[in-house]
């Protein structure tokens, strides 16, 4: 008869876990099943080591029970209902209506600026009617709804705006984009919302307010909270005090102070994260000591479930309670916890509750790190005993936890803080004094708060302190590298030489040799990449066409005019430096974000093309550059190893790439008048294998006269007419609005970057 031990328990909430990692993949199911026999088998056929382990019929369920997780997961992901508004996108095409229409609703979150300057926020949909300036199709299709929206705004629009409000809005209804992931893992807006049970949105540009709603809530807490301390340090220090009370999903930090933390390796201290609770409870059992034992415990506690509340209930923040609460009942009992199987306990109910925080980015480094301080923060801290205790002590932190999330923080984002270890141990001390000064003033604020912004203002020299130290070592040389996305099988690969150092004495003796095998799985594939590949990629930016050109000589860069997009691209190919920065334009809103790329990726020149409009703030933003820069001649080829640029025309731009042996020709038409073409009907030009356009009239005739192998178009969709005729012409074409990122290798082939599967992954 099979008898149920406490193993068997652990090897089933193992599986149940593996199996929500598993269903992240495309054929998922499959991997478990293969992982599930192989284990199997082994376990009935295996030697002493297999042995020790559960029986072979314990195995055989946690295969069951890691399939039936990967259909968990799928049960619980969201659809659409049948009223949802997504499906007004469709409807609109289909009788050619414009998608601007009205919407009604309640305010379900507060909203937060994104990094164009607008709010953010997610409507609960009651009604629609369709807008157009045609009287006879507005109101074709209207009634009610339900669903949700992801709504951005106008600053100015939305600054009255908080949560239970009954709004009015006017805008563009769009569906969001799938993120591809076939050759560059870009940001998937479409699962993103998804998992938050939204499936399209609005670019609201008007609002009207049409009833209050309720003036209590946890938004209200939260906004009082961060008006004492912006009373108190001011916007910009108060931001930073608030996010350490009440996480960095609801404050609106400044996304330059985001980028520092970022950069030298501390965003957790502006997340609702372990390091927090872990000071809280520190804190709390301290000032307590005189108390019973069950009176401290129980505050602690309070503590833990009311930070817990302030941060709306984040992934990463019920973790860390849910591990104080485990640690006090265990204290509370008198006996000693294991921590590995409550961890494991905690990841399992959490998933049990929700499976999808499984995709969660804050969800996967916070057990990660977690799990890196139990198994390696001592170990590691034994081999340091050479330095003062507490240094000691908080180097071993930060290298456990770093260490365990920096192979899926690679995978990532694929950069590295060079200097996070020593901003970790010189922040540490402030970042106590500022979290437990937060906090403490949050909660005086609350029931008097003038009170609480006095005391929030005696923790302003602490927080200027910690962010002129965060600034200073994030301009050091080489404050971050790109090392480029890991594959899953490095991935992998890494953690399982981690897991061989954490669980086999032998290896943990050879430490240095698994790290040194570890290193070189990452930097020997950076390396041979960065000096043998050659491609270009026009990124899935309809707004600035941008492309970038990867060669062992140097990188090209053409256009900057998103920064986020491009400096993510960047960082994920392990792009260190752009050697040659190209502006189409003269015009700021369009090149704007040369500064910001220029902060994270170091620009050696830059150049543009000497059109006749040239405002006042891109000049201004040339001298604040400090980056050599000249105007690229007409008619006369520049050359940087394989790539030759020559400016055929000037205002708009047309400029002739070619790309070793491949010619690429580059139109921009931003008047509504197809100019451009006019002009090209009379200049010879060699038929282009690429023609790559960005503008907003397009025309057959352009391609009658250029006669191109392949077409790119930077713009969000493709005319029927257009796309009928190319498709007529045998034209390949991509249209990076709908196909994402698309890509150019030096055999002359062009791919879409398209999804690989619908998850964050």
């Known amino acids: 008869m099979f008898n149920i031990t406490k193993a068997d328990g652990i090897l089933w909430a193992i599986a149940f876990v593996t199996g929500c990692i598993f269903s992240l993949f495309p054929w998922g199911w499959l991997g478990v099943l293969v992982l599930g026999g192989m284990l199997y088998g082994g376990r009935r056929r295996g030697g002493k080591v297999w042995l020790r382990l559960p029986a072979s019929q314990s195995f055989a369920i946690a295969t069951v029970v890691a399939l039936l997780a990967t259909l968990y997961v799928w049960l619980r992901t969201p ?210 000591r005189p108390l019973p034992h069950r009176w401290r415990y129980g505050l602690g506690a309070g503590v833990l479930v009311f930070f817990a509340f302030l941060t709306g209930f984040a992934p990463s923040a019920m973790r860390a309670v849910l591990m104080g609460l485990a640690g006090l009942v265990a204290l509370v009992d008198g006996q000693k ?119 929030a203002w005696l923790l302003y020299s602490p927080t200027a302190l910690l962010l002129w130290l965060i600034e200073t070592i994030g301009r050091w040389p080489g404050a971050m590298i790109a090392l480029g996305s890991l594959g899953w099988l490095q991935v992998v690969v890494l953690y399982a030489l981690m897991v061989l150092v954490w669980l086999s004495p032998p290896w943990r003796r050879r430490w240095f040799l698994v790290f040194t095998l570890g290193v070189s799985l990452v930097l020997v594939p950076f390396i041979l990449r960065q000096n043998t590949l050659f491609q270009a990629t026009v990124l899935a930016n309809t707004q600035v066409p941008t492309l970038v050109i990867q060669q062992p000589a140097g990188t090209v860069v053409i256009n900057g005019g998103d920064p986020e997009g491009l400096t993510a691209f960047l960082a994920q190919e392990g792009i260190n430096r752009i050697d040659w920065a190209v502006a189409s334009d003269r015009r700021y809103r369009q090149q704007r974000g040369w500064a910001d790329i220029h902060w994270m990726t170091p620009i050696r020149q830059l150049t543009d093309v000497p059109t006749a409009e040239s405002d006042p703030a891109y000049r201004e933003m040339l001298s604040t550059l400090k980056v050599p820069h000249e105007s690229l001649p007409l008619r006369q080829p520049v050359q940087l190893g394989q790539v030759k640029i020559t400016v055929l025309r000037a205002d708009p731009a047309i400029l002739t790439l070619e790309l070793g042996n491949t010619q690429w020709l580059f139109v921009t038409d931003p008047s509504r008048d197809a100019a451009q073409t006019d002009w090209l009907a009379v200049t010879p030009i060699e038929p282009p294998q690429v023609l790559w356009w960005w503008g907003r009239k397009l025309t057959p005739r352009l391609f009658e006269i250029v006669k191109p192998r392949s077409v790119i178009l930077s713009r969000p969709t493709l005319d029927p007419a257009i796309a009928g005729y190319l498709k007529q012409q045998h034209i390949p074409y991509f249209v990076v609005g709908e196909v994402g990122e698309v890509r150019w290798q030096a055999d002359g082939s062009l791919k879409a970057n398209a999804p690989q599967n619908d998850s964050l992954i």
């Open 79 to 288: 659809q659409p209902g049948v009223n949802d508004l997504s499906s007004l996108v469709p409807r609109l095409e289909a009788l050619h209506l414009p998608p601007t229409v009205l919407v009604e609703g309640r305010v379900e979150t507060t909203p937060l600026p994104n990094r164009a300057g607008r709010l953010r926020f997610f409507l609960g949909v009651e009604r629609y009617q369709n807008l157009s300036q045609d009287p006879a199709q507005r109101g074709v299709l209207q009634g009610r709804a339900s669903g949700r929206l992801y709504v951005t705004l106008p600053a100015q629009q939305g600054a009255k705006l908080h949560p239970s409000q009954r709004i009015r809005l006017v805008g563009r209804l769009y569906l969001p984009r799938s993120g591809g992931s076939q050759f560059f893992r870009a940001f998937n807006f479409r699962r993103q919302l998804q998992l938050q049970h939204t499936f399209a949105g609005l670019a609201g540009h008007k609002v009207t307010i049409l009833d209050q709603g309720s003036p209590w809530g946890l938004w209200a807490l939260r906004q009082r909270i961060l008006q004492v301390h912006t009373q108190g340090l001011g916007d910009r220090y108060g931001a930073v005090v608030a996010a350490m009370v009440l996480g960095n999903r609801a404050v609106a930090i400044p996304f330059e102070v985001r980028d520092s933390f970022r950069r030298v390796g501390l965003s957790h201290a502006l997340a609702a994260s372990g390091f927090h609770t872990a000071i809280l409870l520190a804190v709390v059992l301290t000032a307590t």
């Open 337 to 455: 916890g294991q921590p590995l199987v409550i961890l494991l306990a905690i990841a399992t109910a959490m998933l049990i509750y929700n499976p999808l925080w499984i995709e969660d980015i804050g969800f996967q480094l916070s057990f990660l790190a977690t799990l890196g301080l139990i198994v390696s923060a001592q170990p590691i801290s034994d081999r340091l005993d050479w330095l003062p205790t507490f240094l000691r002590n908080v180097v071993a932190v930060s290298v456990a936890a770093s260490l365990w999330v920096l192979p899926l923080s690679l995978a990532i984002f694929g950069t590295f803080p060079v200097y996070g270890l020593p901003a970790n141990v010189l922040a540490n001390p402030l970042l106590i004094f500022l979290t437990v000064g937060g906090f403490i003033s949050a909660m005086v604020g609350l029931i008097l708060p003038p009170l609480g912004s006095a005391l």
